[in-house]
């Protein structure tokens, strides 16, 4: 079994900051790309930014520019830096992990809880 803990969300006025951190953990050979996701109250869940092992980023067009996305593989972490935060970036921020548990090649995606980010104007 793979588990995914994020933890750094919070309150935070527009304009301000915060770090997300995503640890993986069990059975982990190898991981692959990497991701944070946010979903806001009656909306879908949107792909914020990813991360490959190699350490290639890519980011959606709403936080390009204010967010960053890091890699610590040998501690199998994911982070994300939130600067200059707006209140339209309130959600619940999950992590993802495409991980290879047997040695096969065969990657499967793990999901994190989630941890909430809330934005105040």
């Known amino acids: 079994q793979v588990q995914l803990v994020e933890s750094g969300g919070g309150l935070v006025q527009a304009g301000g900051s915060l770090r997300l951190s995503c640890v993986a953990s069990g059975n982990i050979i190898s991981i692959q790309t990497m991701a944070w996701s946010r979903q806001a109250p009656g909306k879908p869940r949107e792909l914020v930014a990813t991360i490959t092992s190699g350490g290639n980023t890519r980011y959606t067009d709403s936080v390009k520019g204010r967010f960053t996305i890091s890699r610590d593989n040998a501690k199998n972490t994911i982070y994300l830096q939130m600067d200059i935060l707006k209140p339209e970036d309130t959600a619940v921020y999950s992590c993802?992990?495409?991980?290879?548990?047997?040695?096969?090649?065969?990657?499967?995606?793990?999901w994190g809880q989630g941890t909430q980010v809330t934005v105040s104007s």
């Open positions: 993802d992990a495409e991980v290879d548990s047997n040695g096969d090649n065969n990657y499967l995606k793990y």
